[in-house]
């Protein structure tokens, strides 16, 4: 497998390519591409638990748990680079909203299924979340 050949490569790929400035880029690539995978892979390690257990489960599990908290720091990372995008350029983090529904008119993607903690942990405000998620979550 190469970069390139798993949708989700080509979606960052082509963000990075549609977006034109840092603001822009760093709402959509960290805070709203990679972040969808901070709720989508607690799901993924929750059908995995319904299985029969086995070796290369277990090696599954162990692994998307890594990437889990990894990614969190990630994310975290692109989320100090857009809040000093938002100072360059004189913007609340606000803005986030706009820029999101400017690429992404459908809206976030599992808003029933944020994962709070990680979230929380990788920079977003309880504002933010409440907001994805459309009812008071914190």
Known sequence: ?????????????????RTQTLLERMAVVPRYLEANGLDATPMILQKIQRLSKNAMLEKISNTLHVILEEEVVHVKKG?????????????????????????????????????????KEAGFSCKELNFMAKKELC
């Open 79 to 119: 989320d100090v680079w857009f809040s000093y995008a938002c100072e360059l350029e004189g913007v609340t983090n606000d803005i986030y909203f706009k820029i999101i529904d400017k690429y992404y008119p459908q809206g976030f993607l599992r808003p029933k299924n944020l994962n709070l903690k990680a979230r």
């Open 1 to 17: 497998m190469q970069y390139g050949d798993v949708e989700v490569h080509n979606a960052l790929f082509e963000a990075s390519q």
